[in-house]
């Protein structure tokens, strides 16, 4: 039982046939081919594959693929600008902020939402935000580091 | 040296890609015509499998084709193999019991693969699953290992009489029970070293892909060592020759020790995909990860100090039930043997040990190494009885560490257990780290913490780990049946740029660009201008791969010896066009110098002289710059060093808060302090894990695994922890070229017992001496009401 659904994502229009159980990030990797949004658990609780929809973070494994028709979806595919680097991609490469590099599009994803809806986070609200992502390979120490700096290199309009 | 060399904190030439989502791990590659698997698994922990009815699965829309133990069976496909075999006591063999791919009548933990569906997509695969019949006979299942032993239990194997899979020992007894007669003072302690799941972030994936016209077989999969896949899965359990089996472990997850092992997926995908003509995907939920990947850990220990009035450790005996699983994971016998007995000497010149080890059988998922492998579990065991020690002879935990430390002078050390230490200095490490941790201004901190009606703790551990497991010949004499060297090849092309190709796999670990920066200081060649391959054994020469703290210390002393090679041939390239001798030729900082003149060739002149031999010696030498180097070390290294933690316990609830983490620590040479500052982070937070919110428990009657989700099991998260406060004291390992000792593990090795430590520490005023990992909320405030926790 096949549905369509179209959506704008990383600005382009797109649209796929899905199954009304399909998730947002199935679709998103199976039919778009987008594979850098990640799919680490079943349960909801690891945020690697956190993208946003209408400008807020969600985890993309507990949204049906019908729920975004007609939504902005932006991946960690979208966030540079061609060869630059997003300031918050930007900062995690200087504070090595990822190991592995599986937790880091949702922990980035995550991070850029922050740094818009709270202005110079300090460490314990960039910690308390992180609550929904998981990390196994960097004890969070640099994560937190990063997300400070690439917060404060947003502010500054880089 | 060229900038970004050996001791610069380059940034990792890899993220550019992890930053921008084109990373390709193996569940993003798709091949064309590319089928699903789902493995249908044991509902049960032990259970007889009387029929398996595929018809209607069979028949599921989208469904390719239904595979049980039956036809696994038919087939000849082998069982998994185990890679490292362990006597008992008595001189006889452990007890080797098969390991099939799919069930064969009888499954023996919840996890078990029974049958696998192959279907269109991974829906229809899942769907189909479900119209499997299995018609179970469940068995009483036994889950704890110290439970396995008594008589009268569930009998897992019939080989394996009491569930006993080996009973081993090391040591000499006589001498230590002389020791503890000499006793002034003997601390006992009993340990449980609790079963941890490593979850990788990327659970584990396997893509097989057989190609009809060239009779090749390829095998994606999320591995450490993709030449280890190569030889257990092509010579063991498909009888595939090695040129026609690919393994690519492309960027992987996450290790930790549990993506070395050889697994059924791997050779199900593999063997199917041949089957039915057409590529097959295999992706774990995380679920599935729970119940099929290698767990850690999961000991019972009682152990004795023997010490003089002094507090100078005499002697040290130690038991130790180690729970295996209901099979032998790749390296499982190696784990609680040679990896941890060999370890009970720590820091410390205890002349005389004795360990022995019985190693179970349970209805359980195997136990194999996790990021420590064995070394954690001796530190924990050594930690947690010296200070324990300390604090029954009321003496300093620091004071008696040192007065029992291994002295400056006297290196290479032989220990009691088998093991000669290189170099260290276990005296400048807890002097760092009591300094960086005010350890002095501990009393201060208790006081101010008491007046918010908080109990403080600090627990000190120092360790020893044992790393880049070697030589090959004492390894195979112990046991192993693998090689333990490595390889590098360091191909330099014609304009001077430079690919290296190692056996190593990094999955985290910033191979890409600390292989690159030992190019950059040893042929001056910018960290840009170098790639590092690996995980292809289409590409890579051999190599054992990454695990167990080895790929700078043997993979970084390959890629020396090619990196000589190559040096060697330029010099004798130079020394032609250069018209002087040979031995006249000096190279440094990229240059290939007449020594005592301006006469010079850059690095990449002889290069391009070594791919257009126009001028050239070509009656004594080769064209061409590409070096092959294997490296079989002559010894284990030795990182070490001490670690501080501080907690605050909530009286009221049992809450541990961990308020500061200390750590000094003694790698040898840094290639890159940013990449080895991270290694430990992460390394901590796993010992940390362990120690405050990790713990596998299974239901000891269903054998379920109650913890098998994220909402069940306690990861550690961002805001359970502080910043840590990380640094390094150097003796460099005397026995490879490099002095490099290894970073990767010592993190969760030292951790469990500083913060245990800390834990048991802050709650000594109210009388309570002893307390088992996890700290949880729940099981400190049992204790504070003097109740046990019902776990």
Redesign the interface.
Known sequence: MATTVSMTVNGKTVSGSV?P?TLLVQFL?ETLG??????????S??G?CVVHVDGNSVKSCTMLAVQAEGAQVT???G??KGDE?HPM?AA???H?G????????GM?MSAVDLAHKVKNPS??Q???W??G????????????KAIKAGATAMQGGK | MSDGGIGASV??K????????????T??INRPGQLYAYILRSPHAHAEIGSVDTSKAKKAPGVVAVFTGTDIAADNVGGLPCGWGVKSKDGSPMIEPPHPVLAQGRVRHVGDPVAAVIAETR?QAKDAAEQIAVAYKTLPAVIEATDAIKSGKPQIWDAAKGNVCFDWHIGDPAAVDAAFKKAAHVTKIDIVNNRLVP?????RSAIGEYDRGTGEHTLYTTSQNPHVIRLLMGAFVLHLPEHKLRVVAP????G?GSKIYHYAEEALVTWASAKVGKPIKWTA???ESFISDAQGRDHVTHAELALDKDGKFLGLRVSTVANLGAYLSTFAPAIPTYLYATLLAGTYTTPVIYCEVKAVFTNTVPVDAYRGAGRPEATYVVERIVEMAAHEMKIDPTELRRRNFIPKDAYPYQTPVALQYDSGDYFSTLDMATKAADYAGFAKRREDSAKHGKLRGIGIATYIEACGIAPSAVAGALGARAGLYECAEVRVHPTGSVTVFTGTHS????HETTFAQVIADKLGVPVENVDVVHGDTSKIPFGMGTYGSRSIAVGGSALIKAIDKIVTKGKKIAAHLLEASEADIEFKDGKFTVVGTDKSKAFGEIAFAAYVPHNYPIETVEPGLDETAFYDPKNFTFPSGAHIAEVEVDKETGTVQLMKFTAADDFGRIINP??V??QV??????GIGQALYENAVYDGSSGQLVTG???DYC?????N?P??SVGTHTTLCTHNPLGVKGCGEA?AIGAPAAVMNAVVNALAPLGIKDLAMPATPERVWRALQGQKAAH
């Open positions: 199954e159980r990797r987008l594979t850098g949004t990640h799919v680490g658990c079943d349960t609780q690891c690697a991946t960690i595919e966030l540079a680097l991609q995690f490469r200087e090595h990822l190991q592995c590099g599986f937790c880091t599009p980035v460490e314990d960039i910690r308390h992180l609550e992502n998981l990390c196994r390979c960097t004890g969070y120490h640099n994560i937190v | 940034r990792r890899e993220d550019a890609r992890f930053l921008t989502g084109r990373g390709t791990y569940d993003d829906e979850n990788a972030m990327e659970p960027d992987v997850g996450g930790f939920d995380r679920s999955h985290g670990q910033g940013l990449v500052e991270g982070h992460g390394g901590l937070v796993q989700s994220y909402m990861m550690p998260r961002a805001d922890l910043n840590f993190g």
